[in-house]
């Protein structure tokens, strides 16, 4: 009589994952791609030929995808977000006069 079967998604609320990248660093991953193919196609228009054009494309993409793997497993999903973020807060709060707490 009950003869459906439920199947359960368990990565509820998980960010996506694709061959170990994680969250953002796919679409870096993505943008590197398209970038490449921009630099292969003005190389190409240039007149730079074909091979000029697959050593430069091949080693700046190797270079790159070797990077984003770097930052995805060192960073993690949120990690380089907070390093920004921590960047931007200053050590230090400098008041040189009481005027900010002082009430009228």
Do not use: D
């Not at 700046?60 to 390093?83: Q, T």
Request: glycine share 12%; hydrophobic share 45%.
């Amino acid at each position: 009589m009950n003869s459906s079967i439920y199947h359960i998604n368990k990565r509820i609320n998980k960010s996506i994952e694709f061959r170990g990248l994680r969250a953002q660093y796919i679409w870096y991953f993505g943008g590197m791609v398209i970038g490449l193919l921009i630099v292969f196609a003005l190389l190409y228009i240039a007149g730079a030929g074909t091979l000029v054009g697959m050593t430069v494309v091949g080693a700046g993409g190797a270079y790159m995808s070797i990077k984003i793997f770097a930052l995805s497993r060192k960073y993690g999903e949120y990690g380089m977000m907070k390093v920004m973020a921590k960047r931007c807060v200053p050590r230090v709060l400098k008041s040189y006069s009481r005027k900010l707490f002082q009430h009228l």
